[in-house]
């Protein structure tokens, strides 16, 4: 098992375009956590998926970002008409259910908007 | 509201030497609470966890609920250590990691 993967590394796009990113859990886990870094910060909490059911989002989710898990393996997230604060790295994380697992990363994707 | 505060940006001691990450917390609750270690060119990686209460590469961190802190301690540095460490709590029974702003450890030889 690689562990948690993610893709791509990193996207570089103009403001205004839409990019969509892909995350590989570890395969028996099935809650799947987005994160969202930028420079200086520690991990910010966007939203959480156990199985296909998306459980809870945070208000930094606007409504121009958008999650999906369509069958419980894999989660795309997806930002629509990107500005220049969502350049930041996105963190991708699974665990186990079950009371407070432990959460395994992924390396992250790095968006670069210009 | 929760909230994670790690007071020092920037940590510098020279091996040998004991370290003292500072963690503090705020949370209406009995949150869990986590050390996360994020070593040059690697991704995010589970340190500790409080309820474990087990010592991971020579780190050990105790919660005190009076202070509401949650700091991580080794008594004697190695180089290995320099890292970047993120303390983050969970609300029990709660998914989402909260977390501080880091701290980076620098061990000088």
């Known amino acids: 098992d690689t562990g948690v993967s993610q893709n791509p590394r990193h996207k570089i796009t103009k403001r205004g375009q839409n990019v969509t990113f892909r995350c590989d859990p570890i395969?028996?886990?099935?809650?799947l956590y987005w994160y969202r870094q930028t420079l200086g910060q520690g991990p910010e909490f966007l939203t959480y998926?156990?199985?296909?059911?998306?459980?809870?989002k945070s208000r930094l989710l606007s409504d121009r970002f958008s999650a999906e898990r369509p069958k419980g393996s894999f989660s795309t997230l997806e930002i629509q008409r990107t500005e220049q604060g969502d350049s930041a790295m996105y963190l991708c994380?699974?665990?186990?259910?079950?009371?407070?697992?432990?959460?395994?990363f992924g390396d992250g994707t790095r968006l670069s908007i210009l | 509201a929760q909230r994670v505060t790690q007071p020092e940006k920037l940590l510098s001691v020279f091996k040998g030497a004991p370290v003292e990450l500072k963690c503090n917390y705020s949370y209406s609750g009995s949150p869990e609470l986590f050390w996360y270690v994020q070593y040059s060119r690697q991704r995010l990686q589970l340190l500790l966890r409080?309820?474990s209460r087990e010592s991971i590469k020579g780190f050990t961190a105790d919660l005190n609920k009076g202070e509401t802190s949650f700091h991580l301690k080794k008594p004697f540095a190695q180089e290995e250590d320099s890292a970047m460490y993120y303390c983050?709590?969970?609300?029990?029974?709660?998914?989402?990691?909260?977390f501080g702003q880091g701290t980076r450890l620098t061990i000088n030889p």
């Open positions: 998926f156990q199985n296909e059911a998306q459980l809870e």
């Open positions: 395969s028996e886990h099935n809650r």
């Open positions: 994380a699974s665990s186990r259910a079950g009371g407070n697992q432990p959460q395994h």
């Open positions: 409080h309820i």
């Open positions: 983050a709590l969970s609300g029990r029974g709660a998914q989402k990691l909260v």
